[in-house]
T-cell receptor
Framework: DAGITQSPRHKVTETGTPVTLRCHQT?????MYWYRQDPGHGLRLIHY???????DKGEVSDGYSVSRSKTEDFLLTLESATSSQTSVYFC????????????FGQGTRLTVV | GEDVEQSLFLSVREGDSSVINCTYT??????LYWYKQEPGAGLQLLTY?????DMKQDQRLTVLLNKKDKHLSLRIADTQTGDSAIYFC?????????????FGRGTSLIVHP
């Protein structure tokens, strides 16, 4: 299995609190992505990174920020969590452009109450 | 923007063939993918097809691409109970050079013994 780890795997938090999810990889892949998965919506891209300190927005980026200070870690932050951000969050990594060699993490189930 | 549509459920008997269908709208799609998601896990790439191909076969999996109708299908021969999972269709094109795929909502395949 590819070396990609998400933490935490499960989290329950209160509305209005900040939350940070971590994606850690040991593959030295250049690209990292954060998706959310919701029933009826499939996977939707939140943000992605194409290198250290290089990030860009996806289709559902409102309410989320990201940081990548080193190759192996990509952090997703909810500055002030809302119930609409209750979801399963997946991190993915690719060595280059395209998803022919993509690996996904196990997911983080976040519940905002 | 791009749109990828799949039926939500498919139920088959063990040993039969399964055919999961997908339609997409982007005529400039370059890669089309099939991913599998088992319960509680991340997505796993099953196979992909380049847009200049009509068919790709890999053991029990056959992918058919009809570019004219923008229709992609995944056939699983001799379906087993272990094939029960959610199957995601995805397509990508070179938007800004990123090739980040757009995912469908997923088809839940249920295999009855």
């Amino acid at each position: 299995d590819a070396g990609i780890t998400q933490s935490p795997r499960h989290k329950v938090t209160e509305t209005g609190t900040p939350v940070t999810l971590r994606c850690h990889q040991t593959e030295n892949h250049r690209y990292m992505y954060w998706y959310r998965q919701d029933p009826g919506h499939g996977l939707r891209l939140i943000h992605y990174s194409y290198g250290v300190k290089d990030t860009d927005k996806g289709e559902v980026s409102d309410g989320y920020s990201v940081s990548r200070s080193k190759t192996e870690d990509f952090l997703l932050t909810l500055e002030s969590a809302t119930s609409s951000q209750t979801s399963v969050y997946f991190c993915a990594i690719t060595p280059g452009v395209g998803f022919t060699e993509a690996f996904f993490g196990q997911g983080t189930r976040l519940t905002v109450v | 923007g791009e749109d990828v549509e799949q039926s939500l459920f498919l139920s088959v008997r063990e040993g039969d063939s399964s055919v999961i269908n997908c339609t997409y709208t982007d005529s400039s799609s370059t890669y089309l993918y099939w991913y599998k998601q088992e319960p509680g896990a991340g997505l796993q790439l099953l196979t992909y097809i380049f847009s200049n191909m009509d068919m790709k076969q890999d053991q029990r999996l056959t992918v058919l691409l009809n570019k004219k109708d923008k229709h992609l299908s995944l056939r699983i021969a001799d379906t087993q109970t272990g094939d029960s999972a959610i199957y995601f269709c995805a397509e990508s094109e070179a938007s800004g050079g990123s090739y980040i795929p757009t995912f469908g909502r997923g088809t839940s395949l249920i295999v009855h013994p």
